[in-house]
Nanobody
Framework: QVQLVESGGGLVQPGGSLRLSCVVSGSPILFYTMAWYRQAPGKQRELVAGITPSGRTNYADSMKGRFTISRDNAKNTVYVEMKDLKSEDTAVYYC?????????WGQGTQVTVAS
């Protein structure tokens, strides 16, 4: 049974930073692309960043230069470092694993950017 557990969210002031973690159990992440998505109230879920097994990354345009995705295969964990946070980054952030054509999701972690 594959499970993804996100952590690290919270309340942060504009311009602040947070680091989110996603620990995966039930499957090694070594062979799979991992990603972070987010969903703000009243909006569709959107891609934040992805990272391939080889470490190649891609980012949504609004996150480029501010967010950094990384992975530690030995710890079966994926991270996203978020800097210069803005109010529009407020959302629930979800970790994603695609395996054998199936999407696995965590429960999400809330990030709120407010002064």
């Amino acid at each position: 049974q594959v499970q993804l557990v996100e952590s690290g969210g919270g309340l942060v002031q504009p311009g602040g930073s947070l680091r989110l973690s996603c620990v995966v159990s039930g499957s090694p992440i070594l062979f799979y692309t991992m990603a972070w998505y987010r969903q703000a109230p009243g909006k569709q879920r959107e891609l934040v960043a992805g990272i391939t097994p080889s470490g190649r990354t891609n980012y949504a345009d609004s996150m480029k230069g501010r967010f950094t995705i990384s992975r530690d295969n030995a710890k079966n964990t994926v991270y996203v470092e978020m800097k210069d946070l803005k109010s529009e980054d407020t959302a629930v952030y979800y970790c994603n694993l695609q395996k054998a054509g199936y999407d696995y999701w965590g429960q999400g972690t809330q990030v709120t950017v407010a002064s």
